[in-house]
């Protein structure tokens, strides 16, 4: 750490791929493709602890427990088209998806964050002087290893991932950088 002016993301990615999963991140008994969910106007992925706060009976705060955190990803399409907005609304719901999301060039490299268990919020957004309906991903943890392999289109997602990816269990995401 420390400064380092080649560090500075100038621009996102403006690429979120998802595949649907079982439950627990595994490839489905017939394995789903990595599918576009079209132009992207940003993005971002917020991952902060929650707290359980336990009081005494007087009132006084006894302790906080570290509770069990939800990364998000979050955003708004550029897109709204038909497909776009039923797979939002109802396509959605109910089902589990590995997710890369580009997160463009930093130093000369590419990085992509790639979950292997999400679920998007199942909803549609759009406000009569923007039609860019928002996205929401909550991430899970995965209870065992997860491996993406190259050769299973993820290399032709972000061109500079050449081997396989493996998200370990009990993680959330793995942040990829090129080597």
Same mark, same amino acid.
Request: aromatic letters at 8%.
């Given at each position: ?60 705060? =006894? ?6 955190? %939800?990364? #998000?990803? /979050? +955003? &708004? *399409? ?5 497909? !776009? ?53 909550? =991430? ?6 997860? %491996?993406? #392999?190259? /050769? +299973? &289109? *993820? ?5 500079? !991932? ?18």
């Amino acid at each position: 750490m420390g400064k380092d002016a080649t560090q500075i993301a100038k621009w996102f990615g403006n690429n979120l791929w998802y595949k649907e999963v079982n439950e627990d991140g595994t490839d489905l008994s017939s394995p789903d493709t990595f599918k576009n969910i079209g132009h992207l106007v940003d993005g971002k992925l917020v991952r902060e602890p929650s707290y359980e706060t336990v009081k005494a009976d007087h009132g006084q705060v =006894v302790v906080e427990l570290l509770d069990e955190d %939800t990364p #998000t990803i /979050s +955003g &708004n *399409l550029l897109q709204s088209d038909k497909s !776009i907005l039923d797979f939002l609304g109802e396509g959605c719901r109910g089902k589990f998806y590995r997710i890369v999301l580009d997160l463009g060039r930093v130093g000369g490299k590419r990085q992509a964050l790639i979950c292997g268990v999400a679920q998007f919020t199942s909803k549609v957004e759009l406000s009569a002087n923007s039609r860019r309906p928002p996205y929401e991903i909550k =991430v899970r943890r995965n209870e065992n290893a997860i %491996t993406e #392999t190259a /050769s +299973g &289109n *993820l290399d032709a997602l972000v061109a500079q !991932i050449t081997s396989n990816i493996t998200i370990g269990a009990e993680q959330y995401y793995y942040i990829f950088e090129e080597a």
